[in-house]
């Protein structure tokens, strides 16, 4: 079956750390471009980071510097180490796969496939 | 920074048609997306390529593009497309980026 379970969520404190991981089943991730998206509690979606196949990665501006992605081929399962967490990162932590292609260039992706999510709560 | 901007709510009786507009600059040269997110699910993808239906999505889901606003259409809304919608593009430094989203009230 084709899917992906996260863990790692919980309580921490303000300027803390946890990390998150998501394992895949059915698919490689090292064969696909795979993201986190986080979503605070009745908040939009909004995008955390990415993972390219080639291993370069890109970070939202609100993040960036804090989070680190990155995956082990070996076990098939995608991370996101977060430190000096802040309450504002509080949220459900969704992991997911794009699905797409590229052309002349230009790459076009969306998010395929998702997983149940992992609740991150920063709170003292 | 680039932006998506949505509604907060739409709203229609069942059977009317909804629809939900999605506002950005670079929409004209990048694919909007739409997703449906139901409560305490993940979202669900209904458009792709700016007009694309997926396997599976009703047939009263459809997506166009004209200029910088994207629209999803339900055509016929029903009771159970009560959820909340995102639209969904990437910007020229290839970051991901989702709408505000719209609580779409069916009743």
């Known amino acids: 079956e084709v899917q992906l379970v996260e863990s790692g969520g919980g309580l921490v404190q303000p300027g803390g750390s946890l990390t998150l991981s998501c394992v895949a089943s059915?698919?490689?991730?090292?064969?696909?471009?795979m993201s986190w998206v986080r979503q605070a509690p009745g908040k939009g979606l909004e995008w955390v980071s990415l993972?390219?196949?080639?291993?370069?990665?890109n970070y939202a501006d609100s993040v960036k510097g804090r989070f680190t992605i990155s995956r082990d081929n070996s076990r098939n399962e995608l991370f996101l180490q977060m430190n000096s967490l802040r309450a504002d990162d509080t949220a459900v932590y969704y992991c997911?796969?794009?699905?797409?292609?590229?052309?002349?260039?230009?790459?076009?992706?969306?998010?395929?496939?998702w997983g149940q999510g992992t609740l991150v709560t920063v709170s003292s | 920074s680039y932006e998506l901007t949505q509604p907060p709510s739409v709203s229609v009786s069942p059977g009317q048609t909804a629809r939900i507009t999605c506002s950005g600059d670079?929409?004209?040269?990048?694919?909007a997306y739409w997703y449906q997110q139901k409560s305490g699910q993940a979202p669900v993808l209904v458009i792709y390529?700016?007009?694309k239906r997926p396997s599976g999505i009703p047939e009263r889901f459809s997506g166009s593009i004209s200029g910088t606003m994207a629209t999803l259409t339900i055509t016929g809304a029903q009771v159970e497309d009560e959820a909340d919608y995102y639209c969904?593009?990437?910007?020229?430094?290839?970051?991901?980026?989702f709408g505000g989203g719209t609580k779409l009230t069916v009743l």
């Open positions: 997911a796969r794009e699905d797409g292609y590229c052309r002349g260039g230009d790459c076009y992706s969306y998010f395929g496939l």
């Open positions: 059915g698919f490689s991730v090292s064969g696909k471009y």
């Open positions: 993972i390219y196949t080639r291993g370069d990665t």
């Open positions: 670079a929409l004209p040269k990048k694919y």
């Open positions: 390529e700016d007009s």
């Open positions: 969904y593009s990437t910007d020229s430094s290839d970051n991901r980026l």
